[in-house]
């Protein structure tokens, strides 16, 4: 039974913070004004704005900020503000007992993959994929992608269409949507919280990875199992993709293209989910159908 | 030296192995029943034996491979050249199908007795799952290897029981002998000793955040990246009542953190014998501002300080001129102490 934390209504209050690298606080303001004007209490973790080298603060500090957000009743979600690196040092410290009580949406991508990813696995609760504060900056706060995350705060039920792609596998699918960054899901395998997948639709996306190490992440999840039984398989966008000075010979598309052509499973390509600005709110645990053609692609929350 | 510490670390080896564990079994992982196998060493050379050169992952001209292949002449072997050296595909030494012909080619000629990589790059674990092992498996001979081949290392210890090289190969032979350095001549010369039979013995130097003991195992490891890459896979590395080396090249620190804590939550590092630190070369710089705060010494030692098996840093094998080469699936001793570091093989 996968539990579905309660969505927010206006005076809701949201906690934001940095459970791994470090944000100026200044970087999140737009942020912060725009969860105030959707109606929201937006409340501020120490972590945020400050910094111990690279982190956001000590894996103590960051530690206790999120862990004091996720058994605070009063905050219905947590919003995390930026990824980076960190959320893997703190995952094993943090206690579920209380939220699995009062379970509250977390948000974020990115490193936050090893949130969703661990409360998933361990706990079957369901947490969002979704843009972070750098996301809503310059002059980006009212874009679709960033509407897509109240809109999913709110219970409306996502219905995303996105254009075709000549790689595209065609079928349809129904299942429960996980996955995030390939870096950190290849990071968790053989972990506590690494990812089931079976009868799944995944998703995955990346950044500024070598072409050659998405292969090799890429066979990672095949020969551990994670790519045999998927119900769907949806790829997001690998952007600032780089390569080796003697040319890898294929795109990250061609890559994944040849990697799960063996299965039968319906399969998307640049789907709007990246660390660009197309990055749909996405629910890791919730329920989807996924529909794909040579012309588009629809995901579709049941 | 901790007497108790010491104490702890002379427990023989079957004391930790071969126990019957229901979580493991139930789980299906055979490791257990693969930790009771008996490691088999393959025939050691003698003079006129063959050694083979493929590629299995990144592409190499025939012309690098030359010092390699007369180096290995003078000390006595036949070479044959395999069809992926000098066999141009974008990055990779031929397509997955010519890789993996030449490298089952090789595994399976009897006539051939060591098999010496022409470099590492990407691209073993493309293959690994395509070759067949059963006759190397009957006849084993000598893997020798590193960075990639970290794959095979990994692969042959867990599901075959074979001995391999984890060592220099023909990319980082000196062209220039004459000016190579000693310790560089000496890190090619002990492929030589090690193919010879020699009972391997080195040094390091005794760093002051070693952590001091005495450890027997059998000796495992190679590059962190590709470790992370084979867990949960059929190739993944079996450390328990092992001594574990690392070593990496060109990342991040942050992604060295995160490729430690992929090891420890793994549970690599819960039954080790010891822990041994290879060369961490040119760590990527960090943005300024965002230094990541901790060095190789202080993310290492977090990672490991509830155990208290001995732990040695800057030991000479990785990315570097010196890289000793180290028989993977062979027991050795170690003894860490606060004025010496030596790693010895022992029967």
Known sequence: MIIIPPYLKRGDTVGILCP?????????????????????????????????????????????????????????????????????????K???????????????????????SHLFSKYKIASLHAPMAAAFNDGEFNNKYIQSLKDALEGKKANYINDGHSFN???????????????????????????????????????GEYIYNVDRMMYQLKRSGKLNELAGLIIGKFTDMKDTTIPFGQTT????????????????????VSHDRENYALKVGGEYKLSVSSSKSILKEL | MNRKNFLS???????????????????????I?????KIKIPSYLKRGDVIGITCPSGYISLEDIQPAVEKMKEWGFEIRIGDTVSDLNFTFAGTDKERAADFQKMIDDPSIKAIMLGRGGYGAVRIIDKINFKKFAAKPKWIIGFSDATVFHSHINANLRIATIHSKMCNSFPSDWANAEPLQIDSIESIRKCLAGDKMEYTAIAEEQNKYGVAEGELIGGNLSILQNLAATKSEIQTDGKILFIEEVDEYLYSIDRMLWNLKRSGKFDKLKALIVGGFNRIKPDDPGEEFGENIYEMILEKVKEYDYPVCFNFPVGHQ?????LKCGMKHRLNVSDISVSLIEIK
């Not at chain 1, 009580?101 to 090893?114: E, H, Q, R």
Request: glycine content about 10%; proline content about 3%.
């Open chain 1, 20 to 92: 791994a690298g470090y944000m100026p606080l200044e970087k999140a303001i737009t942020a912060v004004e725009t969860l105030t004007e959707w109606g929201f209490h937006v409340i501020r973790g120490k972590t945020l704005g400050h910094q111990f080298h690279y982190f956001s603060g000590t894996d103590e500090e960051r530690l206790h900020d999120l862990q004091h957000m996720m058994d605070d009743k009063n905050i219905k979600a947590i919003f995390c503000a930026r990824g980076g690196y960190g959320m893997g040092r703190i995952i094993e």
């Open chain 1, 94 to 116: 943090l206690h579920f007992k209380k939220f699995k009580k009062n379970p509250k949406w977390i948000i974020g991508f990115s490193d936050i993959t090893v949130l969703h």
């Open chain 1, 169 to 207: 596998k065609k079928g349809k699918a129904y299942g429960i949507l996980i996955g995030g960054n390939l870096s950190l899901l290849a990071h968790l395998i053989g972990t506590s919280s690494e990812i089931n997948t079976k009868n799944k639709i995944l998703f995955i996306e990346d950044v």
């Open chain 1, 253 to 272: 598309e061609e890559v994944i293209r040849d990697i799960v052509k063996e299965y039968d499973y319906p399969v998307c390509f640049n789907f709007p």
């Open chain 2, 9 to 31: 670390s002379i427990v023989p080896l079957s004391a930790s192995v071969g126990a019957f564990n229901k979580e493991t079994f139930l789980k299906g992982n055979n490791s």
């Open chain 2, 33 to 37: 029943f693969e930790e009771d196998k």
């Open chain 2, 321 to 325: 001129r010196i890289n000793y080469a």
